[in-house]
């Protein structure tokens, strides 16, 4: 890949920068996929054990993570963002936590007097970042061709244990699991419409035994077997005071809405939410008020 340009081709990149008018190819899309099949994989960005992101490619996110910040760091300043093009569903190159990464614009302020931020989603790692607007820069020709690395991703036969959504110790203890390290999978189902996978996670561990994460967390009672979804659907419906408008509401909020910045981007920040705002607000699609008392 040249990584010298000489001049930045501005009509090329603002014609395929809008989202909804061209689509960069996706790494769920070139994948062979084959149910019952173990994949080596790295886990991105973890809302909860029903929605996260991995990445198949590990080797490759990294070289490529490397061209991106070698070239932008050189030719970064040709590529800076005009105010005046900046929109919603634009692909972009932002700087934060001191690298370069490629992303698309999920909100953007009416505004630009008011708020100069904007959020952006790092598509090749499955996050949601608030920057500065002067930290956004054009997607550089080349890097429209290159597909997105991070692919959905939901943990399969798991179920919050006691609760209708995941909790954040959940989380965390499943990110302390999961985070950090190539881990085994076993593909078990795929939505091909959402490119979502469904999928078991194996830790390999000494003498090459492979340790189910499915099975960690149902065993410290962090998370139960969907075959008991039935009865705990009842216990849920009677004890607390916010009905689920739908069936699995720990599958909610969607992947599409946490892309797109609709909802808060970790379960921490929601928990801490609730203690002042509703359930049935902060996610009116999936909560109802009950009046009852928990």
Not at 27 to 56: A, L, M, N
Not at 180 to 207: H, Q, Y
Not at 217 to 243: C, D, G, M, P
Request: proline fraction near 4%; charge should be positive; glycine fraction near 4%.
């Amino acid at each position: 890949m040249n990584s010298t340009p000489n001049k930045i081709n501005l009509n090329y990149i603002l014609s395929h920068s809008d989202q909804t008018k061209y689509k960069i190819p996706h790494c769920y899309d070139r994948q062979q996929w084959k149910i019952g099949e173990t994949y080596r994989i790295r886990v991105g960005h973890i809302y909860d054990p029903s929605k996260f992101w991995i990445v198949f490619k590990e080797r490759e996110l990294d070289i490529f993570q490397k061209f991106v910040n070698d070239f932008y760091k050189k030719h970064g300043g040709k590529y800076k963002m005009d105010l005046n093009n900046m929109a919603k569903n634009m692909y972009c190159v932002v700087y934060v936590d001191k690298a370069f990464y490629r992303g698309l614009i999920a909100n953007i302020p009416d505004n630009f007097t008011e708020e100069k931020k904007a959020y952006i989603f790092l598509f090749d790692y499955g996050c949601v970042t608030v920057t500065s607007l002067d930290h956004l820069y054009y997607l550089y020709e080349k890097l429209f061709h290159i597909p997105q690395f991070a692919v959905r991703a939901s943990l399969s036969h798991v179920q919050p244990y006691d609760k209708t959504m995941w909790k954040y110790s959940v989380v965390k203890r499943f990110s302390e699991l999961v985070s950090a390290k190539v881990l085994l999978c076993v593909l078990e189902c795929t939505n091909p419409n959402r490119k979502i996978v469904e999928i078991s996670i194996g830790d390999v561990r000494e003498f090459s035994s492979v340790i189910d994460v499915g099975d960690i967390l149902i065993s410290e009672k962090l998370a139960k077997s969907v075959i008991s979804r039935a009865n705990h659907e009842i216990k849920e419906k009677i004890k607390t005071r916010y009905v689920p408008k739908t069936k699995y509401p720990h599958l909610f909020p969607s992947f599409e809405a946490i892309e797109s910045g609709m909802v808060p981007p970790c379960v921490h920040t929601t928990e801490l939410l609730w203690q002042c705002i509703a359930r049935d607000v902060l996610f009116r699609p999936y909560f109802a008020y009950n009046g009852v008392e928990n």
